[in-house]
Every structure is written in structure tokens, then in C-alpha cells.
């Protein structure tokens, strides 16, 4: 069932209120999500994306219910990831000559994934539009690495609604759709979260096309997203967020991040916890534990810190794999601006910390010199480093 957004322009999607993960099981969703597709009813019809293939036939027999499908004049492609595009194959098999306006990497995409070499693709580029009557035209603006080369986004003139695709959005289920309706906390933790762990990597290029953005002076009423909320109440304010956390964005706290084998290594942890809340009372502290932690709400609490404290006691002369894995997401997301501490027991060999040490700096973390090398369980004195840490820290 189609719900309104701006006059001939209608949602069309999918709310998934049980999706649990999201790019295979990369990404954890705890309250939902949505896949976004926009129905446009002018002179012409255009349907803006589709949903993903689980969904295909559901979102293909809803579609129906509101229009003839051989309505459609043609489809635009913003980006051919399969929660976007995953219904098309079986949509053009119904509407089978339907033109696709789409980037040229967006053709790469679409044929490499399905193998439909003789889809009708309409290439587009940054400037192109087309008319669609009524006096309102479709501009194509290409959001190169936001977040996959063949990603952009789709602005209407008239009702000046920008079909943003990827960015602006957030994995969250929300039936009203509309971010003034949303809980504003969930929905805030939700886009600095989606921000965190899918778009840092990309920052340079956020900024970039964020200025790109506003230098074409485009009056946006409705930024209309590939999923959670369609920003409707001062849309701006997200675009604002964007190019705030853009720029090496950190807030003052420090987050402290690690794993255990018999607990020496979490006493550590805690300890440069206390001691960073008496040397910095207004520094927010947060601890986690790797394994037992999502390690997407790690990370976006990472995003968050102007420092972090990695720890993990050594085993095999390297850390815990739980540990090595988390870093080498780390390194994925090309933070900027960080320090890092080091921290860890051991019992035989003492490899660990110099491994956190040369993955964090190799991750781009100013590592500082303290540090918290441990033989057995802590004692007095390596509860002194650990203060150490804290301070060096707090610096």
C-alpha cells in the first residue's frame, strides 16, 4: 500500500520490522529497517529504485494494486545494491523494454549482478534530467563512493524532494516514515550509527559532495532516503550532521575496548576507566568487552571518542583472534585524528601489546608511548601504567 509524500510522489517500499543484519552479517539492525522505493505520478510515471529480492513478490504485488505496471515510463536506478535493486529481474519480466536511467557504473553493476546485458540503460550523468511533465523535471546528481561507485541520487524540481538513496538514511523501522514522527533519540543514534560503520571511510568525499550540494543552491523540501525516515521536518539538518561528522569528528570521550582470557586484561581495562574519570571528570568513558559487544555500537562509539584503549593478552604470540578481527575492521573505517593506548597481560611471551601497537598505528591511530604490558595478573605497579594510559590519554 502507497503512503503519501508530497502531492503525485508516494512511498512504495518495504518496512522489515525482523531484519536483524544487514550486509550479510556486517552490520547488526536492532529496531528494523525499511527499503525505500518512490512511486512518481506525473505526465509520466517513474518508479525511483525497488526493494530487495526476499521481498520481490510482495513489492511487486503492491505495486500492481496501485498501478498498471505498463504505466511506467521508466525506472531510475540510484544505486544497484541489492536492497535497492534486488526486485528488478523479476520486474522486467513483466515490463521487459522499460528504460533504466542509471550511471554508467550503475550498468556495470546491474549486468555483473543479474546478467541482463539487454535491459534498456538510459547512462546519466551529474546535470542530465528528463521531463516528466507538469512543468517538473528529474535531475541526476552521481554520488561517487556514497557508498559504491555507481551510487546517486535523484532530486525533483517543483516539489524539490531529493531521492538520496544511501546517504542521509539509517537501518530503522519506522510505519509513519517521516522523521518528525519518529523517536528522535533511536533516530539520531541510528544515523550516527549507519554513519559510523558504513560512510567514514569515505568522509573526504562526503565533504566534498555536501559542498557540491549546497553550491547548486537547491531548494530541498523533503530529502527522501533508501531507508529508516524520509526527512520532511528542516531536512537540512541531517545534511548539517553530514558534513559535521565529515571532518575527523570526535566528541570528548574515550572509549576503551578490549578482550580476556582469565579476566587480568579487564582489570586493566577498568582500572584506566576509573582513573581517566578522576584525572577528566567531564570525559565521557565507555567500556567494552569485543566479544560480548555488537561490534557496530563499538565502533560507532569509537567514531564518537577523540581517543580509544585497545587491550587483549597475548596468545600465540599475536592477541585474541576476536581482537584481530575487530582491528581489521578498524582499519576498514580510516579514522583520522585518534590517539590510542595499548594494553594487555601475559604469561609467556608478552607479544600482544606490540601487536596492538603496530595494527593501530598501521589502522592510523597516534599511538601513545604508555603503555600496560602485564605478567600474570596486575599488581600494584601495572595498575601505576595503567594510570599512565590515562593520563597520557587525557593529554
Not at 580509544?308 to 582491528?327: D, E, F, M, Q, R
Not at 600482544?352 to 603503555?371: C, H, M, Y
Not at 600494584?380 to 587525557?394: M, N, P, V, Y
Amino acid at each position: 500500500m502507497k503512503k503519501l509524500v508530497k502531492n503525485n510522489v508516494n512511498w512504495v517500499g518495504i518496512i522489515d520490522w525482523e531484519l536483524e543484519s544487514f550486509h550479510g552479517a556486517d552490520y547488526s539492525i536492532n529496531h528494523g529497517s525499511s527499503q525505500n522505493a518512490y512511486l512518481i505520478q506525473e505526465e509520466k510515471t517513474v518508479l525511483i529504485d525497488t526493494v530487495w529480492k526476499p521481498h520481490s513478490t510482495e513489492f511487486i504485488d503492491n505495486l500492481e494494486k496501485e498501478i498498471d505496471l505498463n504505466t511506467i515510463d521508466f525506472i531510475v536506478a540510484n544505486h544497484g545494491e541489492i536492497d535497492h535493486s534486488g526486485s528488478l529481474p523479476a520486474l522486467m519480466e513483466r515490463i521487459p523494454n522499460t528504460p533504466i536511467y542509471c550511471t554508467a557504473n550503475g550498468v556495470k553493476s546491474l549486468t555483473g549482478q543479474y546478467h541482463h546485458p539487454e535491459w534498456n540503460y538510459q547512462v546519466v550523468k551529474t546535470g542530465d534530467s528528463v521531463d516528466i511533465g507538469n512543468g517538473k523535471k528529474l535531475v541526476f546528481v552521481e554520488m561517487r563512493m556514497l557508498h559504491w561507485p555507481d551510487s546517486m541520487a535523484t532530486y525533483l524540481t517543483g516539489d524539490n524532494i531529493l531521492f538520496s538513496n544511501d546517504a542521509f538514511g539509517q537501518h530503522f523501522a519506522v510505519e509513519e516514515l517521516f522523521n518528525d514522527k519518529a523517536d528522535q533519540c533511536r533516530l539520531w543514534e541510528e544515523a550516527l550509527k549507519y554513519y559510523a560503520n558504513i560512510l567514514t571511510p569515505f568522509s573526504p568525499l562526503v565533504k566534498k559532495k555536501v559542498e557540491e550540494i549546497q553550491a547548486l543552491n537547491l531548494p530541498i523540501d523533503i530529502i527522501a532516503t533508501s531507508h529508516g525516515c524520509i526527512w520532511r521536518d528542516n531536512p537540512l539538518q541531517i545534511v548539517e550532521k553530514y558534513y559535521e561528522w565529515s571532518q575527523n569528528y570526535q566528541e570528548d570521550q574515550i572509549t576503551i575496548v578490549y578482550d580476556t582470557m582469565w579476566e587480568g586484561t579487564k582489570q586493566l581495562a577498568h582500572k584506566i576507566s576509573s582513573e581517566i574519570a578522576e584525572l577528566s571528570p567531564q570525559t565521557r568513558v565507555k567500556i567494552y568487552n569485543i566479544s560480548k559487544a555488537d561490534k557496530n555500537d563499538i565502533m560507532t562509539e569509537v567514531f564518537k571518542s577523540k581517543a580509544i584503549a585497545l587491550g587483549s593478552p597475548t596468545v600465540g604470540n599475536s592477541i585474541l583472534s576476536s581482537v584481530g578481527g575487530w582491528l581489521d575492521f578498524l582499519k576498514e573505517l580510516k579514522f583520522k585524528e585518534k590517539k590510542a593506548a595499548v594494553f594487555g597481560c601475559y604469561g609467556w611471551s608478552g607479544e600482544g601489546t606490540k601487536v596492538l601497537r603496530e595494527k593501530l598505528t598501521d589502522a592510523g591511530f597516534s599511538v601513545v608511548e604508555a603503555e600496560a604490558k602485564c605478567l600474570w595478573n596486575p599488581r600494584e605497579e601495572d595498575f601505576e601504567r595503567a594510570a599512565g594510559i590515562a593520563k597520557a590519554l587525557c593529554e
